[in-house]
């Protein structure tokens, strides 16, 4: 790494090798800079992208420059972080889905013991491989995952939800994934909620191939 000095009697640009602690201090910049740009946390594929290896990585965190937060991430803030703080960092390219949407909406008083996202079935696998928080992914098509988003606020940050109505689509296909209860639960909210929008039910139903589900198990109490 170079620093670039201007010789104005020949007119030329002589790079000036960085020593040690000008390294140090450019690539923690940079770093930073990114650490920044993503709530608090950053990817190693993203410290690596920057010319910033594995080993150097390690130093910092003996150095106490850097701190690995959860496996593949890293902050130069020292906190811990909350479960909210964490989901809304690593998974905002998915959508709340299932248990955890329907608590979100207040249709479940218990809060899961996972969370549930939707995610594009392109996503790496290796992602969800956590100890903490427990995730579980449900892969989904690109435009079957954009289908009914909308988007909440958690721990001061934006995080995508599916619409009330889609959501209650998405608990009658998979209701075998989930308790027994927590479906019951989630249905009767849904059906004593003022604001739920009949007709956007029956849309999604439709397109989530789920309407006979929807007429059987909700359409005598709409």
């Known amino acids: ?3 670039g000095v201007v010789n104005k009697g020949v007119k030329m640009k002589i790079e000036i090798p960085m020593d040690r602690q ?3 201090l450019y690539e923690l910049e940079q770093i930073q800079a990114l650490v920044d740009q993503n709530g608090g946390l950053v990817k190693t594929a993203d ?3 920057l010319g910033i290896d594995y080993r150097r990585i390690l130093q910092y965190m003996e150095a106490g420059d850097l701190r690995r937060v959860k496996n593949g991430y890293y902050s130069t803030k020292i906190k ?3 479960e909210e703080e964490l989901i809304v960092t690593m998974f905002a390219d998915g959508v709340l889905t299932m248990e955890s949407a329907l608590y979100y909406y207040g249709y479940l008083k218990q809060r899961p013991a996972h969370w549930s996202i ?3 079935k392109n996503i790496s696998k290796s992602r969800f ?4 928080p427990i995730v579980i992914p449900y892969y989904t098509e690109e435009t079957v995952l954009k289908l009914g988003v909308d988007e909440i606020e958690i721990s001061n940050r934006p995080m995508k939800i599916y619409t009330k109505d889609r959501l209650i689509c998405d608990v009658l296909k998979y ?3 989930m308790e027994h209860e927590d479906v019951k639960e989630g249905v009767l909210a849904y059906i004593a909620d003022d604001s739920k929008d009949v007709e956007a039910l029956m849309e999604y139903a439709k397109q989530r191939k789920v309407s006979r589900k929807v007429m059987s198990m909700i359409g005598v109490w709409l």
């Open 1 to 3: 790494m170079r620093r």
């Open 22 to 24: 000008e390294k140090k």
């Open 47 to 49: 410290i690596l992208a």
């Open 129 to 132: 491989s956590l100890e903490y």
């Open 118 to 120: 939707a995610v594009s």
């Open 175 to 177: 209701k075998d994934k």
């Open 80 to 82: 811990d972080y909350s």
